[in-house]
């Protein structure tokens, strides 16, 4: 098979290399998937440059990268209902603590990560959901449903963010948003954002206040918390939630404890690779339908061949996107 792959860490083009690889073989509990298309996110970079402490260590000779992807059930291992054979599915979970992701011809992984992909949506569509779709979900909704609440979603033009505005308007909520520009912030208002402030000529914590008549927020979904949390500790409301999936300006923040405490705030953090079963299930659930009944809009900056990978790699790096970065096999 034909696949992206690196043996050790470094800039994508130094380190990835576009050539042939063996075919893996389904093996007990395990779908075989030819790949249609694979999904380049942050974090896939992240490891691929060195850059995740705790979790870059390379560990295996050869890694083919990539979390998330889209394609059809080849062959199933024992154990596997044959019938999945010939299934569309979208992947879970590539490349998360093993060696093979979703950046080949072909892959083999447990079948649990190779979920039924209605024919009302598109691989591409499937490939976008692993990471962003599922940590959006994840962010929103283990609190309670959003419904009649007012939640902030930092980082309003990222991937996750754009699905999780979508998610919280179609609930119920209202939306507010930070952003850097006028660009994305129409961005995050064709994703449903009821409010956007740019954080870089406001003040967030009073703009926040006064675009909601002193009232403040329930719920956050943040994705710079260092950054970010004593802003969002000035004005969540008592018995509010601020949930981050990431702090990588600010890697070990000061936390705001007492302002957090006599609001009796819950403060989580998300890691989508290791969401509990119960969660996942309620996430595969929603995007299903949702897919199903195309009830969300899936955001694609751009669409690379596989010998393109590295290009699509540097891609994600400058961070001048607008949505997820694929590639098609």
């Known amino acids: 098979m034909k696949a992206a792959f690196y043996e050790r860490p470094g800039p994508a083009r130094d380190v990835l290399t576009i050539g042939d690889l063996p075919d893996p073989v389904a093996g007990p509990g395990e779908v075989l998937v030819r790949v249609a298309v694979s999904s380049v996110h942050p974090s896939d970079v992240k490891l691929r440059a060195g850059g995740r402490p705790g979790v870059d260590g390379i560990g295996y000779p050869r890694i083919v990268p990539h979390s998330d992807g889209a394609g059809t059930i080849e062959a199933v291992g024992d154990g596997v209902d ?3 054979v010939g299934q569309r599915v979208w992947l879970w979970n590539g490349q998360w603590q093993r060696a093979q992701g979703t950046c080949a011809e072909l892959i083999a992984l447990p079948e649990a990560q190779a979920v039924p992909l209605p024919d009302a949506a598109s691989f591409a569509e499937g490939a976008c959901l692993g990471i962003p779709a ?4 994840a962010c ?3 609190e309670g449903s959003p419904n009649g609440k007012t939640v902030m979603v930092t980082g309003g033009a990222g991937a996750v963010s754009f ?3 979508q998610m919280a308007k179609a609930a119920g909520a ?8 006028a660009e994305k912030a129409d961005h995050a208002r064709s994703a449903g954002a009821d409010h956007t402030i740019d954080y870089r000529h406001e003040d967030v914590a009073e ?12 719920h956050a979904v943040d994705l710079e918390f260092g950054s970010n949390i004593d802003a969002l500790a000035q004005v969540i409301r008592p018995n509010g939630a601020i949930v981050a999936y990431g702090s990588a300006a600010v890697r070990e923040p000061a936390l705001p404890f007492y302002t957090l405490m006599f609001k009796r705030v819950t403060v989580r953090t998300e890691l989508v690779y290791l969401l509990p079963d119960a969660p996942r299930a309620q996430g595969i659930a929603y995007l299903t339908d949702a897919l199903a009944r195309k009830t969300l809009d899936h955001a694609v900056a751009a669409e690379f061949p596989l010998d393109d ?17 694929l590639i098609t096999l």
Request: with cysteine.
């Open 163 to 165: 699905y999780a505005i």
């Open 174 to 181: 209202r939306v507010l948003t930070t952003v850097s520009n």
């Open 207 to 218: 703009a926040i206040m006064a675009a909601t008549d002193g009232y403040g927020i329930d």
């Open 82 to 84: 044959p019938v999945r």
């Open 309 to 325: 990978a590295i290009a699509a790699h540097e891609l994600v790096e400058t961070g001048n996107r607008r949505g997820c970065v």
């Open 140 to 142: 929103l909704f283990p």
């Open 134 to 137: 599922m940590t959006a979900h």
